[in-house]
Every structure is written in structure tokens, then in C-alpha cells.
């Protein structure tokens, strides 16, 4: 008999765990909607926020500033990510309106061993692991990290911020339009090839953004994107490719089934509790929880 | 209005896609506040021609001019902010965004300037566009709502909140509209010809509508233009006969 205690504490942490995961799923679908690409160095810029993150508390801000290093990072972030957008990945749209998806590819699996080597190169192969942002505290009577509480609320933060821009701002609504038609937002009068460096920039700091808080638990290595990566692409298939909503609600639940699995069942297979879900949605509702079939016209 | 000076000027314009020629050499003039036509059978370059004026596709060789500018060699946002506005024969609306909201994707544009400063002002003539194509009512409705026919109206309307509108192409806006709506895109079209002095180029089969609106077509086939003049004026010229039926 499983203590319900223990399975509530469970749930809790798969709920905490899924809405971090979706961060780094959201910024992956929301580059894929815009700029119809997958960016596989996207487990990259979560190390580099991670190192920054971890290199901005230990060398700069302080232990007790911890908090300011998140959207220092995020926005260091964004603006490499534009620069990247504007010279690795803008030729991939330059001329007619014709995708090269090899291109960007071929780019962004260049990137991930690029940046890779680099993190090596400068800072070892060693992890390292920032001072813990909180100590451990309680949602309602369940115990939880304060470390994985303060990923939670910085999650819900961020997330928060990022609808408000996307749903509020006319920069939103050239976001949103040109995710929903590339072609109808240029004769519009919206210069795509912005849109997609802005679009690519919000992505990216996204993941740094996952990278930065995830820092204490996950810790700091030149690999550690790797999984954060993986799981964004699982809650993609779970979700759907391109929908942020979907985004969400399948990191929920792989959080969610991963941690149940691991007290129901083993925490040996964590990993292999998540892939099952991929593959059942896989047969059950290729496109995802929520989406759409693609049109071509 | 000012029918003296040309707006629109074509040099020997060629498209290539491979080994076939869409568009194939053509020359056209198309002068400031006309409502040319534009037909020809299936296949004889018509979109391709709106899709290289608005640049969705760039030219293998030749020049468009706007009022004297050359501007073949500009992305499709810059040709806008320049006056030169299009729909498509499948609207390309944005499907999850409100009416209203897609009205005011281009009224906020990078083509339009500062004119985010005047907000409730750009809204309210979003407002009176939507009034103007009898849309109003469906404002906070979601695009993905509306009827093919609507949807056409939302799209032409969208064009309209364009500042300035020097030139719009409408590729087969009549095609799969019901004819009330159809009434409302004709009406809409000669009112901004008349009393803003836009200049328009319709592409479409429907030769009624045509006659209505249009002073002078242009007959393409095979990539060229074989014959301009009214339209019954070119209805009786052998070549255009013979490009219809297939001689």
C-alpha cells in the first residue's frame, strides 16, 4: 500500500518538475511557429544560461542577489540569440520565400557541438553547482526544495511575462501573425526577417531562463542541456508541435508521470515513463494533445 | 483624379520556375487611379505576375516600376510601406486572431511608422473599415469564424488600413463569394477608387465584374500580355479567342 502522503508529495514534485520542463518546450515551440525550424542547440543555450547564471552569482552579484542573475541571463540570452539568428540563421529565409530546413539543421546541430566545446574549452568538464537560491519549504502540508520552489514561482514568472508580451503588445501580434501566416504577415507590412531574429531571441532566453534556475539542482556542466532538450522534445510530440498551450500541459503531465512512476513503480526507469507516453500519443493522437493537422494551401 | 501619370510600370518582366517561363517578357503600364483588369486562362501567369509586383517571388529579369521607383529588387514589407497592398485567392488572414485584431496587425506594422502614437485613433478607423465591409459586428469574433466570403472581405479590409494605398492588387477576390458579398467588394472598390483615388489591378475570371469596374484589361497568356483594351474590345481579337478556347 503506497502511503497517499508520499503520492501527493509525488504529485507535487511532477507538477513542479513538468511546468519547468515546459519552459524549455514553450521556447523550442514558439521558435518552431514563427520560424518553422527546430533549433537542436536549444539544450545549449539552457547550459549557457546555466553557466551564467552560475558565473554571475559566484563571481559578481553575490549569493543573496542570486535573483537578479535570472534575467540578467535571460536578457544576455536574447541578445546573442538575435545575433546568432541574424548571421547563422537569416540566410536560411534570404531570397524568395522558400524554407531551406536542411539549412538551419545543419546550422543549429553545428551550434550545439560548437557551443559544447566551448563551455569545455572555458570553463572544464567539471560540474559546478551555484549556492542554493532557498532553503526547503512547504506547499500547503507537503515538503518541498526550496531550490525546485523558487524554480517553480520563477517558472510561473517568466511564463506570466511571456504571455503578457505575446497576447498585449503589437510586437506580440506581429509574433502571433506571422506564426499564423508567414506569407500574409509580409504583405502586411511586417518585416518577417525581424520578427524571426525577435522570435528567436524570446526562444532561446527561455531556455537560459530554464538553465538559470534549474542551476542548483540540475547543475553546471557542458552537457547538461542534453536532457532539458530531450524532455522539451518529448512534451513537444506529447503537446503538439506549435502549440504553446500543448507545450504546457504535456510538460505537466510527463512531470507528472515520470514522478508518479518512479514512487508506483521504480525510479530506475524515470526516463522511460515519459517515452511511453510519447509513444502512445504517438499512436493514439499522432499530432499531439492539441495539434492541428497541417494545411497545405 | 489623375489619370495622366503611370503608377505602375512593367519592363520585360520574366519568372522562371526551371525550364518554364510563368511569366515570359512582360511589359504593362498601369496609370495612377485606373481599375485595370487582369485575365487570361488558367496558367498564363497572372498570380505570378501579382506575386512578383508585391514580391512574394523575385524576378528571373526585368524591372517594376512605382511612380518613377524602381522596386523589384525590395522585400515584400518595404513594397507595402510603399503603397502597394494585395490580397490572395485563398485569404491569408490570421485564422486565431480577432477581426478587429487583424486589421490592426498592418495598421501597427514596421510600414507604418510612429502611428502606434496615435492608438485610439488607428482603432477606430480599424472600426470603420470593418463598418465600411459589413464586418463590424463580427469585430471580436475569431477569423477562423468567418465564411470563405468573409474572410475575403476581412482581407481586403485589412489592405485598406494601409497608409499610404497607392496601388492594390486583389487576386480573384470574387472567386467562391456569394453574390451579396460580392456587391459589398465591388461597391468597396469603386469607393476607394473614387474618392481616395487608389489605384487597383484585379486579377479574375468573373467577366461581369469585370465589366463593371474595369476601364481597361489586359488578356495574358502563356506568361504574356497579348492584348489590352476594354473588354469588348479585346473579347473580339482572334489571339484572345484562340488563348480561351485553346486553339
Not at chain 2, 203 to 209: D, F, G, I, K, N
Request: aromatic share 10%; glycine share 10%.
Amino acid at each position: 500500500m503506497i502511503d497517499s502522503f508520499l503520492l501527493y508529495q509525488s504529485l507535487v514534485a511532477g507538477i513542479v518538475i513538468g511546468i519547468i520542463y515546459a519552459l524549455m518546450a514553450i521556447g523550442i515551440t514558439f521558435i518552431y511557429s514563427i520560424m518553422k525550424m527546430i533549433n537542436w542547440s536549444m539544450g545549449e543555450f539552457y547550459m549557457m544560461g546555466s553557466y551564467l547564471q552560475y558565473f554571475l552569482v559566484v563571481y559578481i552579484l553575490g549569493a543573496e542577489l542570486w535573483f537578479l542573475g535570472i534575467p540578467l541571463s535571460m536578457a544576455v540570452i536574447f541578445v546573442v540569440g538575435m545575433y546568432i539568428q541574424r548571421f547563422l540563421l537569416k540566410p536560411m529565409f534570404v531570397g524568395e520565400m522558400e524554407r531551406k530546413d536542411e539549412y538551419a539543421t545543419v546550422i543549429t546541430i553545428a551550434m550545439m557541438v560548437f557551443f559544447r566545446n566551448l563551455a569545455v574549452v572555458l570553463a572544464g568538464p567539471n560540474q559546478f553547482c551555484p549556492p542554493d537560491y532557498a532553503s526547503p519549504t512547504y506547499i500547503g502540508p507537503l515538503p518541498v526544495s526550496g531550490n525546485r520552489f523558487v524554480a517553480l514561482i520563477g517558472t510561473l514568472a517568466i511564463l506570466g511575462l511571456f504571455y503578457l508580451i505575446v497576447k498585449k503588445t503589437w510586437v506580440g501580434r506581429a509574433l502571433r501573425g506571422s506564426a499564423q501566416n508567414r506569407v500574409g504577415i509580409q504583405t502586411a507590412g511586417v518585416n518577417v526577417l525581424r520578427v524571426d531574429q525577435v522570435a528567436f531571441g524570446i526562444g532561446v532566453s527561455l531556455a537560459a531562463a530554464a538553465g538559470a534556475l534549474l542551476a542548483p539542482i540540475f547543475l553546471v556542466w557542458p552537457e547538461n542541456g542534453a536532457v532539458a532538450t530531450m524532455k522539451g522534445f518529448e512534451i513537444i510530440v506529447i503537446g503538439g508541435l506549435g502549440s504553446i498551450p500543448g507545450s504546457l500541459v504535456a510538460g505537466l503531465l510527463l512531470g507528472i508521470v515520470e514522478s508518479l512512476g518512479s514512487v508506483l513503480i521504480s525510479p530506475s526507469f524515470k526516463d522511460v515513463y515519459g517515452f511511453i507516453l510519447v509513444l502512445l500519443l504517438l499512436v493514439i493522437r499522432p499530432t499531439g494533445l492539441f495539434g492541428e493537422r497541417q494545411r497545405v494551401a | 483624379m489623375n489619370r495622366t501619370s503611370t503608377i505602375l510600370e512593367i519592363e520585360n518582366l520574366t519568372k522562371s520556375f526551371g525550364g518554364l517561363k510563368a511569366v515570359d517578357g512582360l511589359s504593362m503600364s498601369v496609370e495612377k487611379g485606373e481599375i485595370r483588369g487582369i485575365i487570361g486562362p488558367n496558367g498564363s501567369g497572372k498570380t505570378t505576375l501579382v506575386n512578383l509586383i508585391t514580391g512574394i517571388y523575385d524576378a528571373t529579369s526585368g524591372a517594376i516600376y512605382l511612380g518613377g521607383e524602381r522596386i523589384d529588387r525590395l522585400r515584400p514589407h518595404v513594397r507595402t510601406s510603399k503603397g502597394i497592398i494585395r490580397t490572395f485567392q485563398i485569404p491569408k488572414v490570421f485564422r486565431n486572431m480577432t477581426v478587429l485584431e487583424n486589421l490592426l496587425v498592418p495598421a501597427f506594422s514596421d510600414s507604418q511608422g510612429d502611428r502606434y502614437k496615435r492608438h485610439k485613433e488607428v482603432v477606430q478607423q480599424a472600426q470603420d473599415l470593418l463598418k465600411f465591409v459589413q464586418l463590424e459586428h463580427m469585430k471580436n469574433e475569431l477569423a477562423k469564424t468567418l465564411s470563405g466570403g468573409q474572410l475575403m472581405l476581412l482581407q481586403i479590409a485589412r489592405g485598406f488600413i494601409i497608409d499610404p494605398l497607392r496601388l492594390y492588387l486583389m487576386d480573384e477576390p470574387f472567386a467562391g463569394v456569394n453574390p451579396q458579398i460580392k456587391g459589398v467588394i465591388m461597391e468597396s472598390i469603386k469607393e476607394m477608387n473614387q474618392e481616395k483615388g487608389v489605384t487597383f489591378i484585379v486579377v479574375s475570371h468573373e467577366m461581369p465584374a469585370i465589366r463593371r469596374l474595369c476601364g481597361t484589361v489586359s488578356v495574358m497568356h502563356e506568361g504574356r500580355s497579348i492584348a489590352e483594351g476594354s473588354l469588348e474590345e479585346v473579347a473580339n481579337i482572334p489571339t484572345v479567342i484562340e488563348a480561351y478556347i485553346g486553339g
